[in-house]
């Protein structure tokens, strides 16, 4: 692939995703990081704050570009003439969903956008932004998760 896209809230990154998004960097020339806001979810971190962390965290990976991006992700792909979205797939739990979100791009790009799903590594089958964000909130242990970058902005966040 010439030119692909990752996309997610990334409330905040963590090392699940940093995990596909070097296993999807290997597989296209460019590789666009897009970090943008689900409707359905209230977030932690502003989108400001989400990009520039996962902008920090993956800055060591030549091929990546990081945008943030406002609305439908049919649309930004068209301007950039990308036509595929790359997403994780963890436990079957996110099967469902990751198929309306595959067929939901297909058709709003009348069939132009494929979405290729790569497997999570076992050790990151369980790991979510919202369980992270928990043990951040209750002091947990979170070396495992998310970079070290990233664990000072969550911890910094809920002392504020
Ligand atoms: N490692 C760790 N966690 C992972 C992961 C991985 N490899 N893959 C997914 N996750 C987790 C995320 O941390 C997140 O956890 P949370 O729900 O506990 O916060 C959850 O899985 C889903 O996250 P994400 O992959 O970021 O998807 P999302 O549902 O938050 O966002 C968008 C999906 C933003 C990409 C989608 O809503 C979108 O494209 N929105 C733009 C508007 C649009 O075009 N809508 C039409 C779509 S058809």
Known sequence: MKLALYSGTFDPITKGHIEIIKRASKMCD???????????????????ERKEMVETVLKDIKNIEVIEYTGLLAN??????????????????DYEYELSLAYGNYDISEGEIETVFI?????????SSSIVRELALYNGKL???????????????FEE
């Open 30 to 48: 460019k590789l666009v990081v897009a970090v943008l806001n689900n409707s359905s979810k209230k977030t932690l971190f502003t989108l400001e």
């Open 76 to 93: 930004y792909m068209k301007e950039i003439d990308c036509k595929y979205i790359i997403r994780g797939l963890r436990a079957v739990i």
């Open 119 to 127: 497997p999570s590594s076992k050790e990151y089958l369980y790991v």
């Open 143 to 157: 070396d495992n998760y998310l970079d070290d970058y990233v664990i000072k902005k969550i911890k910094k966040r």
